[in-house]
T-cell receptor
Framework: QQQVKQSPQSLIVQKGGISIINCAYENTAFDYFPWYQQFPGKGPALLIAIRPDVSEKKEGRFTISFNKSAKQFSLHIMDSQPGDSATYFCAAITQGGSEKLVFGKGTKLTVNP | EAQVTQNPRYLITVTGKKLTVTCSQNMNHEYMSWYRQDPGLGLRQIYYSMNVEVTDKGDVPEGYKVSRKEKRNFPLILESPSPNQTSLYFC????????????FGEGSRLTVL
């Protein structure tokens, strides 16, 4: 049973454009929502994360928007660059609990020069 | 430098030939886990370990074994590999299952002929 649904599966954006990846979750006990970035040939690494007490978190060109009532969150990459080309995974967890991090299925982002 | 180290990074083997993928972390993490990554299926957890001598099945444990005799090491064993185990494997660690950040190794690409 997939608890975090991620879309789209792949995304092609022109340099300078905005990349948007969406995720939806079901478990209202989740209280921490990280995004992982995976470059080709590398393991995923934490990019940015948000807690449900805020609606938005921004770090540089990366922004997470969070809609608690809709149980949805999204990653926005502003001014997308070819170096942002990677696979992005959203995830969710109840921190401090015994359950593991639940991942979305990933989005392969390609930013064309 | 904090890291999770996997070996080998690349391996081609034949059906039925036992193999072991090693994983070691230097962060004194209690929680370690193995994932496989397949196109369109995202990251699927194979096995995890909460601490030394404590291991449990993840979502896709069939055909795999693990052991945790030391805190830093968590090898993945394929007793009789089959072609459907051709995949990209990742070891990960964290301070606990409920921690928001997983630290991943760089991956081991396995091909079973």
């Amino acid at each position: 049973q997939q608890q975090v649904k991620q879309s789209p599966q792949s995304l092609i954006v022109q340099k300078g454009g905005i990349s948007i990846i969406n995720c939806a979750y079901e478990n209202t006990a989740f209280d921490y929502f990280p995004w992982y970035q995976q470059f080709p040939g590398k393991g995923p690494a934490l990019l940015i994360a948000i807690r449900p007490d805020v609606s938005e978190k921004k770090e540089g060109r990366f922004t997470i928007s969070f809609n608690k009532s809709a149980k949805q969150f999204s990653l926005h990459i502003m001014d997308s660059q070819p170096g942002d080309s990677a696979t992005y995974f959203c995830a969710a967890i109840t921190q401090g609990g015994s359950e593991k991090l639940v991942f979305g299925k990933g989005t392969k982002l390609t930013v064309n020069p | 430098e904090a890291q999770v180290t996997q070996n080998p990074r690349y391996l081609i083997t034949v059906t039925g030939k036992k193999l072991t993928v090693t994983c070691s972390q230097n962060m004194n993490h209690e929680y370690m886990s193995w994932y496989r990554q397949d196109p369109g299926l995202g990251l699927r957890q194979i096995y995890y370990s909460m601490n030394v001598e404590v291991t449990d099945k993840g979502d896709v444990p069939e055909g795999y074994k693990v052991s945790r005799k030391e805190k830093r090491n968590f090898p993945l064993i394929l007793e009789s590999p089959s072609p459907n185990q051709t995949s990209l494997y990742f070891c990960a660690s964290s301070s606990g299952p409920g921690a928001g950040e997983l630290f991943f190794g760089e991956g081991s690409r396995l091909t079973v002929l």
